[in-house]
């Protein structure tokens, strides 16, 4: 069965970076799109960041130009580099499986920005 492993999250001031990792299994993850989407407390899933099969990219306003996606189709896993970490990116962030897919498949990882 599809299963999405996220890893990375932690503790950062703010403007501080964090690299997000997404590790995938059960199913032929060159195949697919694959999205990031986060949930801060108290709020609904956001969808940040996709990446094509092709390599194609999009990023939601609120992270464009502070937050790239890539992926690595030889290790099935998908990553989310995180730069000038502001404290409204405090969140679960979740990777999923498809084109702008907000349904978390994984527990996700947890980030936090704060002094």
């Known amino acids: 069965q599809v299963q999405l492993v996220e890893s990375g999250g932690g503790l950062v001031q703010p403007g501080g970076s964090l690299r997000l990792s997404c590790a995938a299994s059960?199913?032929?993850?060159?195949?697919?799109?694959m999205s990031w989407v986060r949930q801060a407390p108290g709020e609904g899933l956001e969808w940040i960041s996709t990446?094509?099969?092709?390599?194609?990219?999009s990023y939601a306003d609120s992270v464009k130009g502070r937050f790239t996606i890539s992926r690595d189709n030889v290790k099935n896993t998908l990553y989310l580099q995180m730069d000038s970490l502001k404290s409204e990116d405090t969140a679960l962030y979740y990777c999923?499986?498809?084109?702008?897919?907000?349904?978390?498949g994984g527990q996700g990882t947890q980030v936090t920005v704060s002094s």
């Open positions: 999923t499986k498809g084109w702008r897919n907000i349904n978390p």
């Open positions: 059960g199913f032929t993850f060159s195949a697919y799109s």
């Open positions: 990446i094509t099969t092709a390599g194609s990219t």
